[in-house]
């Protein structure tokens, strides 16, 4: 059950709204702290690019792909910038840039040496409580993929992990397996 966000969580997404950060970097909101990233590097975005296209094959047309979707966790008040996100086509057609975690079904981060353990410890704790049906993780330090799936009480119960290169089963509405090889 998603409990109210307290003052401090409102205050703090106050905040947020109203920073600037500097050319190239983003804000999010990660267990209570505000936190200012440099956006992705060639690399990284690479295997973005890649994925989304691997992953536009395996989907019916009613979900996009999209990235820097800015995603709200209504139970914690935390703000996350997934590197990829399938959402309802229906909700791109709103005028806004932050959207439910609730209304998302895959979420996808990739690891960059400033932020691999937000991605590894934080960001599935989080999704988990924002009850996003899976969270996929790519760990380029380690050449794996973990996919992140049914989440209660902010703990993902199922995790399935492959090594690049492998195939890694997807759930529905996802119609078949995602081929690793050759994206990162």
């Known amino acids: 059950m998603a409990m109210p966000m307290s003052q401090a969580e409102h205050d703090l997404a106050a905040v947020a709204e109203h920073l600037s950060p500097p050319e190239g970097y983003r804000v999010e909101i990660i267990e209570g702290n505000l936190v200012v990233s440099p956006t992705p590097v060639g690399p ?26 800015t995603l709200l966790v209504p139970a914690t008040g935390e703000r996350y910038v997934p590197d990829l996100v399938v959402i309802p086509d229906v909700l791109l057609d709103e005028r806004i840039w932050k959207f439910p975690a609730t209304e998302v079904l895959l979420t996808v981060e990739i690891t960059s040496p400033g932020n691999a353990d937000a991605d590894r410890v934080k960001k599935p704790r989080g999704y988990a409580l924002g009850d996003v049906p899976s969270y996929l993780l790519i760990d380029t330090e380690h050449d794996r993929w973990t996919l992140f799936e049914e989440p209660e009480n902010g703990v993902y119960r199922r995790q399935t ?13 996802f119609t078949g397996p995602l081929d690793t090889g050759g994206i990162a």
Not at 45 to 69: C, D, F, N, V
Not at 163 to 172: F, I
């Open 44 to 69: 990284h975005i690479k295997i973005a690019s890649r994925l989304h296209y691997a992953l536009r094959g395996l989907l019916p047309p009613e979900l996009e792909i999209a990235q820097t979707a």
């Open 161 to 173: 992990q492959v090594n690049t290169g492998t195939k890694l089963a997807l759930p529905h509405p």
